[in-house]
């Protein structure tokens, strides 16, 4: 007779595998699903979402979660039935008329924001987003919570944090971040305009998909396409897909937007096999797997060294394109800082408050102080405070993003705590791998991806995320790092005293 833990890791497994078809169902709505496809593709994911959910709510489940959890002492097996106790006891909260209706609301609601964005009209997607609110204020009704609904689905992406410890990290990073654009935008600008070109997209495509290969994203085991809103997602063991955007006129943006995605895949891709169909393997919050993107994207492929390597290779990309253009210069455009109203294109400096406008927008629709209808308007405002800017219309505003189509409030402030832990770690990693600035500028990044598999990636969810940042910088997350290693930089990109 199997023991207890045994069959918990049968069902796991099994559970795993269907949350990869779930994956790919998903995968395929977003890439390659025709239109037409959508009501059809909407019932599907429900039925497997309730199929998913009547398993793990399974009261069998929860009886061989307590027979397990008196009967193991191993510390692997221990944190093993953390997380599952932790998934089912989120999930078991939720009636499951209440998961088919979020799931059914959320797919419509999907084809429902992409429509509305293209009409550039907020009104279209609001009875949607109306539904989404009102299902998900029941969530958190189910899941219970101190202060405010909000706080009840922070877990689900950041373990640990609620409303106010976001706000005791975001709030010093924010100011920060608004007293820097204040200098910058006093100091002369840099030379952006040699970037207003035509940027042809197979050779973005080439160039792009080179870098992803040589910062160590194994594409035997990846393929990227082609969507609106950039995204990885791992289908399986040896399938991790990521996706980018392009634009004739941008170069940076879907090379920046590979590299991000790239980085994600590398940490999936890091998983060890050990951990293969268990609840461990995961990463343990989406600001730690957000610390991954950032490190490639932000520490790495914005830093000089790895342009002394990559400038002349970009130039051969684009013959003509760049040839008058000195590297310095090019470093210094690819670190421009300029307020914009989109957050997956914003600098360094900007990104942050982005983040924290969307992380008050979310605070306000749940304590009830603003209505789905008056977004736009709050919107607007906050980015003419925070950014100095005239949203003109709401594709460029309060649309941009995906995340409330698909009911993920909460999930905002986890793009801060990613940069907030990424901080934490490149001051670690680049002071411990050894010639690190070399390793950069030799396209040798095996040594800095050798880092991160083994203080970050091998882990997968054994540790929790402020663990895992305590056991390798023996600090709890704090904002401090970024806000130095911003005004470090931008005061050197930027002249300023
Ligand atoms: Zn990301």
Not at 152 to 166: F, I, K, N, W
Request: charged residues 25%; contains cysteine.
């Amino acid at each position: 007779m199997p023991t207890a833990f045994e069959q918990l890791a049968d069902f796991y497994r099994d559970q795993s595998d269907l949350g990869g078809v779930a994956a790919l169902l998903s995968w395929d709505q977003q890439t390659y699903m025709p239109p037409r496809g959508s009501e059809a593709r909407a019932r599907q994911s429900a039925a497997l979402d309730l199929i998913l959910h009547s398993r793990l709510a399974d009261p069998r489940i929860g009886d061989l979660l307590a027979e397990a959890g008196e009967k193991e002492t191993d510390p692997w097996r221990l944190a093993w039935l953390r997380e599952l106790r932790f998934v089912r006891d989120r999930r078991v909260r939720l009636p499951a008329e209440l998961v088919r209706e979020f799931s059914l609301a959320t797919s419509r609601a999907f084809s429902e924001w992409v429509a509305a964005r293209k009409a550039r009209d907020f009104s279209r997607f609001a009875p949607s987003l109306e539904h989404i609110v009102a299902l998900t204020r029941q969530k958190a009704e189910c899941y219970g919570y101190t202060g405010t609904p909000w706080n009840a689905l922070v877990p689900d992406y950041e373990r640990g944090m609620d409303a106010d410890s976001l706000k005791a990290l975001l709030t010093p990073l924010a100011d920060a971040s608004r007293e820097l654009l204040r200098r910058i935008l006093d100091a002369p600008p840099v030379e952006t305009r040699f970037l207003e070109q035509k940027w042809d997209i197979a050779q973005q495509r080439e160039f792009g998909l080179r870098v992803a290969r040589d910062l160590g994203y194994d594409m035997r085991a990846g393929r990227q396409d082609v969507t609106p809103h950039p995204f990885c997602t791992t289908i399986g063991r040896g399938d991790v897909r990521i996706t980018t955007r392009y634009s004739e006129s941008s170069l940076l943006d879907s090379l920046m937007a590979t590299i991000h995605e790239s980085g994600h895949a590398m940490y999936e891709q890091g998983m060890p096999e050990s951990l293969e169909g268990s609840p461990l393997a995961e990463a343990p919050s989406m600001g730690m797997h957000e610390s991954q993107s950032r490190f490639w994207e932000i520490r790495v492929a914005h830093s000089r060294p790895f342009w002394e390597r990559y400038y002349p290779i970009l130039q051969q990309y684009f013959p003509g394109h760049l040839d008058e253009v000195p590297l310095e210069t090019f470093y210094r455009a690819v670190n421009r800082v300029v307020p914009g109203l989109t957050r997956v294109e914003a600098d360094e400096v900007c990104y942050n408050l982005h983040v924290v406008i969307r992380f008050t927008i979310e605070l306000e629709l749940f304590d009830g102080s603003l209505e789905v209808g008056g977004l736009p308007e709050r919107w607007n405002a906050l980015y003419r405070e925070y950014l100095g800017l005239d949203v003109p219309d709401d594709a460029a505003g309060c649309l941009q993003d995906v995340h409330w189509s698909y009911g993920a409030f909460g999930y905002f402030p986890t793009y801060s705590v990613g940069n907030i832990y990424g901080a934490m770690i490149a001051e670690k990693l680049e002071a411990e791998v050894p010639k690190y600035e070399d390793a950069l500028r030799s396209g040798n990044f095996a040594p800095i991806l050798a880092w991160l598999r083994e203080n970050i990636h091998r882990h997968g969810s054994i540790y929790s995320a402020a663990e895992l940042v305590e056991r390798m910088t023996g600090k709890a997350p704090t904002a401090q790092p970024l806000i130095t290693h911003l005004e470090r930089k931008y005061g050197e990109v930027y002249n300023l005293r």
